[in-house]
T-cell receptor, first 114, second 110 residues
Framework: EAQVTQNPRYLITVTGKKLTVTCSQNMNHEYMSWYRQDPGLGLRQIYY???????DKGDVPEGYKVSRKEKRNFPLILESPSPNQTSLYFCASSSSRDRGLGYTFGSGTRLTVV | AQSVAQPEDQVNVAEGNPLTVKCTYSVSGNPYLFWYVQYPNRGLQFLLKYITGDNLVKGSYGFEAEFNKSQTSFHLKKPSALVSDSALYFCANQGGKLIFGQGTELSVKP
């Protein structure tokens, strides 16, 4: 089944403790992206990657890092999480960034930073 | 700059009645519009999209959307709502990346 897999689904952590949210897709997609979802704000892009070793900032990149060492994986790293990063996170992929293709989304990771 | 707006945070509909979830857009150039649905504890699922062609687009689960260029709108519709349609709905435009509206919570009561 074609899918985007995120782990973990739920995570509670403390301020300052580094964490990684993993994302993997099995569709050989070149384009991958991370979004965060907050009430009343919709989904906002954090980082995206056009291909292996090519990453760039989205609209809200502060406090996050990403890497793209393999085509299928695009982990999101929070080096020093803070409470304002409590959110619902989605990874998404697409065969390209071309208009009209849309994205396939993972099931989400609900992160709570206390 | 492009933007997508969903003017209603919540829409309440009785089962069997028609439903409309509103979306307006502001883009430079041609819009590439999407509707996604998010069920509780699930990711976003694609419903339908408008790229070009007929202004009335049909999608999954009996949903359709009407593209109106003069009103810059792309409202989601369904002739007869089901309780199982209750979910969070997002409108988006893809101009390179997907830009989302704020989301509309649809509640369908029996």
């Amino acid at each position: 089944e074609a899918q985007v897999t995120q782990n973990p689904r739920y995570l509670i952590t403390v301020t300052g403790k580094k964490l990684t949210v993993t994302c993997s897709q099995n569709m050989n997609h070149e384009y991958m992206s991370w979004y965060r979802q907050d009430p009343g704000l919709g989904l906002r892009q954090i980082y995206y990657s056009m291909n292996v070793e090519v990453t760039d900032k989205g609209d809200v990149p502060e406090g996050y890092k990403v890497s793209r060492k393999e085509k299928r994986n695009f982990p999101l790293i929070l080096e020093s999480p803070s409470p304002n990063q409590t959110s619902l996170y989605f990874c998404a992929s697409s065969s390209s960034r071309d208009r009209g293709l849309g994205y396939t989304f993972g099931s989400g990771t609900r992160l709570t930073v206390v | 700059a492009q933007s997508v707006a969903q003017p209603e945070d919540q829409v309440n509909v009785a089962e069997g009645n028609p439903l409309t979830v509103k979306c307006t857009y502001s883009v430079s150039g041609n819009p590439y519009l999407f509707w996604y649905v998010q069920y509780p504890n699930r990711g976003l699922q694609f419903l339908l999209k408008y790229i070009t062609g007929d202004n009335l687009v049909k999608g999954s689960y009996g949903f359709e959307a009407e593209f109106n260029k003069s009103q810059t709108s792309f409202h989601l519709k369904k002739p007869s709502a089901l309780v199982s349609d209750s979910a969070l709905y997002f409108c988006a435009n893809q101009g390179g990346k997907l830009i989302f509206g704020q989301g509309t919570e649809l509640s369908v009561k029996p």
